[in-house]
């Protein structure tokens, strides 16, 4: 599944940024336990993503992934338009850049 199928939605302007959140703050959020094998999956350069939780179903609040990359995989360099970024990272060793700081970290490392 790529990454607009799955409902990750681009967006061009931070007007068309505000009026897509606008949008979801006026749905209702539930309570809802997912698993991997509920999830839309979309194949990444560094392994599956598994989308647990997108901005739509939280009025949004929040986007939940999960990602176990291959060793040694990357992303090419990317802006998020649609919501901010964290990543936790739970082992080995992760190489990240955020404009010019790059930075390599482990497990326990919180980025955002």
Same mark, same amino acid.
């Given at each position: !599944?790529?990454?607009?199928?799955? $409902?990750?939605?681009?967006? /061009? *302007?931070?007007? =068309? %940024?505000?009026?897509? &959140?606008?949008?979801?703050?006026? !749905?209702? *959020?539930? *309570?809802? %336990?997912?698993? &991997?094998?509920?999830?839309?999956?979309?194949?990444?350069? @560094? @392994?599956? +993503?598994?989308?647990?939780?997108?901005? =739509?179903?939280?009025? $949004?609040?929040? $986007? +939940?992934?999960?990602?176990?990359?291959?060793?040694?995989?990357?992303?090419?360099? #990317?802006?998020?338009?649609? =919501?901010?970024?964290? %990543?936790?990272?739970?082992?080995? &060793?992760? &190489? %990240?850049?955020?404009?010019?700081?790059? /930075?390599?970290?482990?497990?326990?490392?919180? +980025? #955002?």
């Amino acid at each position: !599944m790529n990454a607009l199928d799955a $409902g990750i939605l681009p967006v /061009q *302007t931070a007007q =068309e %940024f505000d009026a897509l &959140r606008a949008g979801w703050q006026a !749905m209702a *959020t539930e *309570t809802r %336990f997912v698993t &991997r094998s509920q999830c839309p999956v979309v194949n990444a350069p @560094g @392994g599956p +993503i598994y989308i647990l939780l997108r901005g =739509e179903e939280t009025a $949004g609040q929040v $986007g +939940i992934y999960d990602q176990t990359a291959v060793a040694g995989s990357s992303v090419p360099l #990317h802006h998020q338009s649609t =919501e901010d970024e964290t %990543f936790y990272v739970l082992e080995g &060793r992760w &190489r %990240f850049q955020a404009g010019c700081v790059v /930075q390599e970290v482990g497990p326990g490392t919180l +980025i #955002h």
